[in-house]
């Protein structure tokens, strides 16, 4: 009896029951503890969250984002959507991507309805077997979790097919216009999307070839479907044209082939390793960045990958058939990018195919079904539907267990690693939250995070003047603020900076400190407060100002002797005395008899922007003093004797060198800070 109903399809009121049933349970792990997994706001996240942020202040509105190597702005318009209603936030940033998750589920089954439309036995079942699948695929959850912008691709491909075939079924002008439509939206999502329009074209080719679809009736609505693509896509277009490079930067960036200074047997061998890696990640091993999946993990759990190579293999048998021959180039069109891409995650780049995957796992259920329907006609009439009825049984079985495994793999596995932290960077949206309820006047300094993190940009509300060093090898001073200062320090990556700030500012203390990593907190706050002087006593101290800009107040030398093949460190304490529109390099040189190697004295030399680039001059604000240290390399040939340490400073663009003006009055473009002893290496 059982069987029986399943073998005649559902009815229409059942079919709308099942598929609403289909659409909560998608949206009951898609929106699931939104609020916390994934942790943080990543900084792809985030840069999301920031144009959407101008957006809805209205300081822009974009037809294509330049930042983050170039971004198309559909998905950017949809969180700042999500920010008018929901707040603004990184749960509204996922939230975003949840919805378009969940509307994904409802078009894959539009379109699996519309390519099985002449289809008869199980297939009654196939718009629902294809939802189904989507809303419980471990890969399509994740990424409508995440907050990314590739997850308008499946949604978007799929509804501009189901219109077009659609349309090319029934001759209805309307489908034509929303294939149109979504052709062309489907351009403003990921780059992975510039493969629809050629899909669509393709749809056409079969439809006409395998089924002798007569196009001079299609023609003028095939026509109105491309033109309507292609004025949606206009203003981008537009964008693009006038931006020569802008579309493709990204993709250039990563491409496998064409790179000048790669051989073409090396980018063949490139090509095959990440073919059979993207064919395995179906069935066999997944992206094993954490980020993504669960590292290692295939797409598809071997219950399911055993449908889908099975429907694999009826597609290819099924070739002369357009839907299978459909979803067959659908699968390889979106897999391209991964394959072609020689970084960056499989899963992203191949997003597209999963509803291609969903239907090919459909297929494959639907043959099965339709095999043991046959098979069990030769069998007595009860023993028939004992067996059918327990085929039935068991195939429900198998969805409904593979939804539990994709519950238990996210949010029992997953989501208790524990270096989600890092690799959501928690700790940087942390940094942001809590310098954003500082008061806007309050000078913050950050080390070693960056100030132009997306995480801390987005979370602070694009707080402006937060400035930001590595304290490895630099602090920066105010050396009397007029204001209240914070600096939120990372210990576990600058272990030097709150020891030195406390000897520094006596009166400044910590204040706050950061969510637990490890069993410490991942930052810790310092708070010196307005008007203390910085207590700065460099071992060497001096004075020399080059150009009116910068002053050397002395340095310090933790030795005056040092052996062949070790490392000489030198701290110099600079002060700025006026804005800087240039960014200039500081040269630290060690200077001693002719070298051969060189072709003059130099011996060993560290040239860097101040904080090994971290803090350049176009930042320094006046008064400001910078702990700069330089670490200069001895090679071990270097003859035993007296040397000399020069330092001085230089515009890079033109190597023209500052001019300065040390204590006695004298001009020159460097200064000689002393003399060192350097002794045979032993």
């Not at 003059?600 to 040239?607: F, H, K, T, Y």
């Amino acid at each position: 009896m059982i069987y029986e109903r399943i073998r005649q399809g559902p009815s229409p009121r059942l079919r709308l029951v099942l598929l609403i049933t289909i659409i909560i349970l998608a949206a009951f792990l898609r929106l699931y503890r939104i609020h916390e997994l994934p942790p943080g706001c990543n900084y792809d996240q985030s840069a999301y969250g920031v144009d959407a942020l101008r957006i809805v202040r209205g300081e822009e509105f974009p037809i294509f984002f330049e930042s983050n190597f170039g971004r198309e702005p559909l998905f950017s318009y949809l969180v700042a959507l999500c920010f008018l209603i929901i707040g603004i936030g990184p749960t509204a940033i996922r939230v975003a991507s949840a919805l378009v998750g969940i509307l994904t589920v409802p078009a894959v089954y539009l379109l699996a309805q519309e390519l099985l439309s002449e289809e008869d036995g199980w297939a009654r079942w196939g718009g629902l077997l294809a939802a189904f699948n989507v809303a419980i695929s471990y890969w399509d959850l994740t990424f409508s979790r995440m907050g990314l912008r590739a997850i308008l691709v499946p949604l978007c491909e799929t509804m501009t097919f189901y219109f077009a075939w659609r349309g090319l079924r029934t001759g209805r002008r309307g489908a034509f216009v929303g294939a149109g439509i979504f052709l062309g939206l489907s351009l403003y999502t990921y780059q992975a999307a510039r493969a629809v329009p050629a899909l669509v074209l393709l749809m056409i080719v079969y439809q006409a070839v395998l089924t002798r679809l007569p196009l001079r009736r299609h023609l003028g609505n095939i026509v109105l479907l491309f033109g309507i693509g292609l004025l949606v896509f206009a203003p981008l277009g537009l964008y693009f044209l006038r931006h020569p490079g802008s579309a493709n930067l990204r993709i250039g960036q990563t491409l496998v082939v064409g790179a000048e200074e790669t051989e073409t047997s090396e980018e063949i061998s490139t090509l095959t390793t990440k073919l059979v890696e993207n064919l395995l990640m179906f069935n066999v091993r997944g992206e094993d960045d954490p980020r993504y999946n669960l590292p290692g993990r295939a797409a598809l759990n071997p219950l399911l990958s055993v449908l889908f190579l099975l429907g694999l293999t009826v597609s290819l048998l099924r070739l002369r058939r357009a839907p299978y021959l459909f979803v067959l180039t659908w699968l390889a069109a979106m897999l391209a990018p991964a394959v072609l891409a020689k970084y960056g995650s499989n899963f992203k780049r191949a997003i597209g195919d999963t509803p291609a995957v969903a239907l090919l796992v459909t297929i494959g259920s639907l043959w099965l079904g339709d095999a043991i329907e046959r098979t069990a006609a030769s069998f007595s009439i009860s023993w028939a539907r004992r067996w059918r009825t327990a085929t039935a049984l068991l195939l429900t079985g198998v969805f409904l267990l593979s939804g539990l495994w994709v519950y238990r793999d996210y949010f029992l596995i997953w989501a208790k690693d524990p270096t989600l932290f890092t690799r959501m960077e928690a700790g940087q949206t942390a940094i942001g939250e809590y310098v954003g309820q500082l008061p806007p006047d309050e000078l913050v300094y950050l080390s070693p995070v960056p100030a132009d993190h997306q995480s801390v940009v987005f979370s602070s509300g694009i707080r402006p003047g937060i400035k930001a060093f590595n304290g490895r090898r630099a602090l920066v001073l105010p050396a009397r603020p007029e204001q209240d200062v914070t600096y939120v320090i990372v210990p576990g990556e600058d272990k030097t900076s709150l020891d030195k700030l406390a000897t520094v500012y006596p009166a400044g203390g910590i204040v706050a400190e950061g969510p637990d990593q490890y069993g410490q907190p991942y930052f810790l706050a310092f708070h010196v407060p307005a008007g203390t002087e910085a207590q700065i006593k460099p071992l060497y101290p001096l004075h020399a100002t080059w150009e009116d800009k910068i002053r050397l107040l002395g340095y310090d030398l933790e030795s005056t002797e040092y052996p062949a093949g070790g490392e000489m460190d030198l701290v110099l304490y600079w002060q700025a005395l006026a804005p800087m529109e240039l960014s200039y390099t500081v040269f630290t040189h060690l200077l001693g008899p002719y070298n051969e190697a060189t072709g003059g004295p130099l011996w060993a030399q560290d040239d860097s922007e101040p904080g090994w680039r971290s803090y350049p001059t176009t930042l320094w604000s006046p008064g400001e003093i910078v702990l700069d240290r330089h670490t200069l390399s001895i090679p071990a040939n270097t003859p035993a004797g007296v040397y000399e340490i020069e330092v001085g400073w230089y515009y890079w663009v033109t190597q023209e060198r500052l001019s300065l003006r040390d204590d006695v009055g004298d001009v020159s473009d460097h200064l000689i800070l002393g003399q060192v002893m350097v002794t045979a290496n032993q």
